[in-house]
């Protein structure tokens, strides 16, 4: 596992000056900020895309935890859905089982409303998961 020294100084400086979309400078700059996962069902699922550090608290939602390479690559290392009232506590477990997989990303999945949606998006995702990647690949799906 590697390490990764922050300089909390720029953190705070991102997060106390987020840019509007209409700021964003590019479209490969919008398609940071958002990704769409597709299900086996073939539905897609627009997320919101996050640093692992700069993450806000979350309400109960879909998430995905990602790694992205150095080349933009995204490899999917777990797949779930959260259920705290409180969004800290949300939070707090998606950086507590964010770093011990390994991921630099957190993509979370606002639009369903009810613990049943979230639960069949997450079921929808991890099985469209399971098709692409290899069988030595784990994907692991969680609920909090």
């Not at 550090?53 to 859905?81: H, K, M, Q, T, W």
């Not at 705290?84 to 990303?105: F, V």
């Not at 979370?108 to 049943?116: C, I, R």
């Amino acid at each position: 596992m590697g390490a990764r020294v922050i300089q909390l100084a720029e953190v705070r400086a991102r997060r106390s000056a987020p840019k509007p979309i209409s700021a964003l400078d590019s479209t490969s700059e919008l398609n940071d900020h958002f990704h769409f996962w597709s299900g086996a069902s073939g539905k897609r699922y627009v997320h919101s895309v996050y640093d692992l550090f700069d993450c806000p608290e979350v309400p109960a939602a879909n998430f995905l935890l990602v790694r992205r390479d150095g080349v933009g690559r995204r490899s999917v290392l777990a797949i779930g859905y959260l259920t705290h009232d409180a969004a800290s506590l949300n939070l707090a477990e998606i950086r507590h089982r964010a770093a011990r997989l390994g991921a630099n990303e957190v993509h979370v999945h606002l639009l369903a409303s009810t613990p049943q949606q979230r639960r069949g998006i997450e079921l929808d995702l991890r099985a469209a998961q399971i098709d692409r990647n290899d069988s030595e690949e784990r994907i692991s799906g969680t609920r909090h």
